[in-house]
């Protein structure tokens, strides 16, 4: 692989960085009275340890914040959209080494944002959240070992 290469990997990874910031701040700003529903959402008062099985407890939160989850869910949604976007792109320019990672993590957010629109709707409880976000990550890991492979 040539130095050219290199650069262009490095300059898609800085532009992925700045849509991450930019998408964020725009969610932040678009989405009204965000900053109180992840205050509330934080809160230590929201919080209860629920038993999932036979004497093993996790935490929950007490209320359902359909706003905080709706905008985590375009964001995730928007953000790996953008993810394919820099896939095509770095299919274009031949940078095979990064295409599992960025393949794979377009994966991982086009997943939780589905998730988490199914648990703004409320048809997905917290648990289920945690429990998609545990497949995401396996799959996630999956899916770039397996990129892996296929280029070595």
Known sequence: MGKRQEEEMDKLG???LGFFLVLLGLVWILTPDIGEHLRAF??????HMSE???KIFFPEPDTHY???YNAASYFCLAFGAFQIVILVARIVLH??????????GAIFWM??????GMIASNTLSWFGLFAGFLM???????TKSIFRLMIS
């Open 111 to 116: 997943g939780m944002g589905f998730f988490l």
């Open 66 to 68: 359909p706003v905080l």
């Open 136 to 142: 995401l990550v396996g799959a996630s890991i999956i």
């Open 14 to 16: 800085i532009i992925s």
């Open 42 to 47: 934080l809160s230590q008062e929201n919080w």
């Open 95 to 104: 940078t095979l080494e990064k295409i599992g990672g960025t393949l794979s």
């Open 52 to 54: 999932v099985d036979h």
